[in-house]
């Protein structure tokens, strides 16, 4: 597949992975000079190599004889990717010549070198890819070691293996009546919700009936579960936190409320006011720091930032990002406490994240309690026939490998609290 994406493409694959297993760095975008199939391309490789990064350093270490740590850059990270597309995406045989001549534009004494390396690999792959242990080998220790805490062994091997496929691609449905209609123009299969899951999505999903009419939106299977945990009553004021790209906005549209989308990023609100005119849905958009600003609402959605370990199935480069937890812990305790200044007496909060980890879960949880005696804890029932993310205290924890027969869904912690009194 994709035999004739050209050398720019894996060059910026491999600039792409070596910023984040070198520096932590998200993965960026390819960049804009590249045609809109070698994009997707370029893409497909770097994430292909995030999710596959233990077993193919393994095998290249192998294959070149030496510690991967004596291959100089741009070469490491170039061979990096060259090998997954080889390995991991059935490249022809033939397309080595396409990946030493990528390696041939940024070093051109490692010419022989890459061929010779990349042919070992492709050759002894099969033996050495059936002598691995693919879960593990591709998680990063200190997330190995806290799924095995939280999950234990099954629960982090099941996580790992998850994340291991190449997701499908989850909308939803302006008009979840029309989902089945939508999954057969779409070519994929109807969710229960309104969602339709496209297992094969192109490159460019601008392409697809029905974007450019606003009549779908993506958002994962797990996410539109979130916003469901409201209960959603005519005329109702909704404030929905930290709001772009929009796909949680347009679902509470789409469920009758009236919604206020409170973003700090400029950009990312631009996002999500193009979002939102493409499906012509309207909001009233704050640009502001949502741990200052005030208001009263019917209810609140606080989809509060995270690690977002829940995401690595579809954002791979999550595994290798550095971020704070005690920076993250203060920001989330901050906009939750100010998220509950926000909710009337009787209203709603619901608060989101897309983590795996108990201390962004039902530890939040528990802490925001504490420290807001005017709130109480109302059960939630997983609908959707998905009983496993039911959690003991009324929560909904959904896991990776939940679905896995029709493609998985991302980790989402979900928790929705009543304001019984004036705090």
Known sequence: MHNRAGVAA?????SAVRAVLTRGEPL????????????????LLAKTTLRRAGQIDELLVHAAGRPLGKIREPVRSILRVCAAHLVFLDAPPHTISTAVNAIRAVRPG?????????????????????QQEAPRLNTPDSLWQSWQRDYGD?????????????PPLDVTCRDPAQAEQWAMRLEGIALPGGGVRIPQPPGDITKL??????AWWVQDCAARLATTAMTITPRMHVLDLCAAPGGKTAQLIAMG??????????????RLTENLARL????????CDARKAGGQFDGVLADLPCSA????????????????????????????AQAAHCVRPGGQLVMVTCSLAPEEGSGLAARFLTHHPSFTLTPLTPPWGLTQAAREAGFLQTLPYYWLDRGGMDGFFIARFLRTDNP
């Open 10 to 14: 894996r060059i910026a694959a491999g």
């Open 28 to 43: 960026g975008r390819p960049p804009g000079h590249l045609s809109t199939s070698d994009r997707a391309f370029a893409d």
């Open 110 to 130: 490692a010419k022989a070198f890459a061929n010779a390396v990349l042919r070992a690999a492709v050759r002894d792959a099969p033996i050495i890819l059936s």
């Open 154 to 166: 099954d629960g982090a091997t099941a996580i790992a293996q998850a994340h291991l496929i190449i």
């Open 209 to 214: 009936a029905g974007f450019a009419e606003g």
């Open 257 to 270: 409320a009236s919604v206020t989308a409170r973003e700090s990023d400029s950009e990312r609100a631009q």
């Open 280 to 287: 012509s849905m309207e909001a009233t958009i704050e640009v």
């Open 309 to 336: 370990s829940g995401t690595i199935r579809r954002h791979p480069d999550v595994a290798y990002r550095r971020r704070d937890p005690e920076t993250l812990r203060a920001l989330q305790d901050a906009l939750l």
